[in-house]
């Protein structure tokens, strides 16, 4: 079988999208029986072999500020490359116009066809822009977007889903094509023996003193508002340090909120994945402040090294965190709550709590669980469509 995802949520400096599909290629570099091909968006059409697959950089234009993200525009190159790779199985990552670019390049080809929910996109980004309309205007827009996720989500096979949180929001918007398949964690690379101290101290952590961390893109809809609000009450804690290790449109803000504590501190983009991993297991405490995680990779990778997590009470990393039963949630979008968790959990025994995380973390994530449940679910609708793909040349 051969599977073609199709995706501009990819990026080079991504976060859970990039590491879904890294992941995936490593997974069918595994399993040479199948094949993977990417196609995702660049500045330029450049196609590339990597063990795993063959992944396409298509012409897209650039969609964020700084032109890490863009959107896929060049259909004729989308429509080639389908055509000369036959895939079995097309999987789509983002319903504004990848989906649309699929259906038409890949129509009658017989291929099964997946939407996969990486973004709660009607929530996280609709709702917050139209949040200061009368309500008689802004909500009637993000409903309309809500009838959008279920007139697009409907046309697949199938709906990937990696939280309860997200499959039943989805279903609440009337879809009932929806697969539920958590994402993985790579347990040997995230572990809490990568801790080092001598990192700690590099990040001006003294013995007996503690390290929070955030890893994850600065957007609004990680919450960064109400992470920059508690880093005021934060930065002021004696013996209490902060590390954020990402990039985004709100870096500006961040780093202006960040200025006035010297013991805040930001590390930009982290591409090493061995110091990412020492940098997990070197804190204390991990905040995911979002409360529209459709997954929350970060939370499990830190689950995984050891370290308890203060979460959301909304969205799939605050389902993980309440399954795991190693940390604390506070109030969606409540910085002040959010400030009160993370004493409760520093107050409380973190060795304990971070057994529990790892534990918890070794019985329940595994990206060949992941890759294995999904590939295996491709398979079985391939078997009842037939033959498999054949596009017309």
């Known amino acids: 079988m051969k599977v073609c995802d199709i995706s501009s949520f990819y990026s080079d400096v991504g976060g859970g999208v990039r590491t879904y599909h890294l992941q995936k290629l490593a997974w069918f570099a595994r399993h040479p029986e199948h094949e993977y091909v990417m196609i995702v968006a660049g500045p330029d059409n450049v196609p590339a072999r990597e063990p795993g697959g063959r992944v396409y950089r298509v012409r897209g234009v650039p969609v964020s500020r700084r032109g890490h993200y863009r959107q896929l525009a060049d259909y004729g190159e989308i429509r080639r490359i389908l055509r000369e790779e036959r895939p079995d199985v097309i999987e789509v990552g983002s319903a504004y116009l990848d989906c649309w670019l699929a259906w038409a390049a890949a129509r009658d080809s017989g291929a099964v066809f997946s939407g996969f929910y990486h973004a709660d996109f009607p929530d996280s980004y609709i709702a917050p822009a139209v949040s200061g309309l009368p309500a008689g205007l802004g909500r009637p827009f993000v409903n309309w977007w809500r009838h959008y996720v279920n007139f697009v989500y409907r046309r697949f096979d199938i709906t990937c889903v990696t939280s309860r949180y997200v499959e039943d929001k989805l279903r609440g918007f009337g879809l009932r094509n929806t697969f539920l398949v958590p994402l993985g964690v790579d347990t ?8 080092d101290e001598g990192l700690r101290r590099e990040l001006g952590v003294a013995p007996g003193q503690k390290l929070l961390l955030y890893v994850g893109r600065f957007w609004s809809e990680k919450g960064m508002d109400v992470l920059a609000f508690a880093m005021e009450a934060l930065g002021r804690r004696p013996g209490l340090h902060l590390a954020l290790a990402g990039d985004g449109a709100l870096l500006d803000d961040v780093r202006a909120a960040a200025a006035p504590h010297p013991r805040i501190r930001l590390l930009g983009f982290v591409s090493d994945a061995a110091r990412l991993a020492r940098l997990y297991a070197s804190a204390d405490v991990f905040l995911s402040p979002g409360p529209y995680e459709t997954f929350g990779l970060t939370t499990v990778e830190a689950l995984a090294s050891g370290v308890p997590v203060v979460a959301a009470d909304r969205g799939g990393a605050g389902e993980t ?33 971070g057994r529990r995380a790892r534990d918890f973390a070794e019985r329940n994530y595994s990206w060949d669980r992941t890759f294995g449940r999904l590939v295996g679910r491709y398979v079985e609708l391939c078997d009842a469509r037939g033959s498999g793909a054949a596009l017309a040349a």
Do not use: C, K, T, Y
């Open 188 to 195: 040997e690379r995230f572990h809490p023996r990568e801790r």
């Open 321 to 353: 965190v309440a399954a795991s039963g190693a940390g604390r949630l506070f109030r969606a979008h409540d910085a002040r709550d959010m400030v009160r968790r993370i004493d409760e959990l520093l107050g409380g025994d973190l060795a304990a709590l």
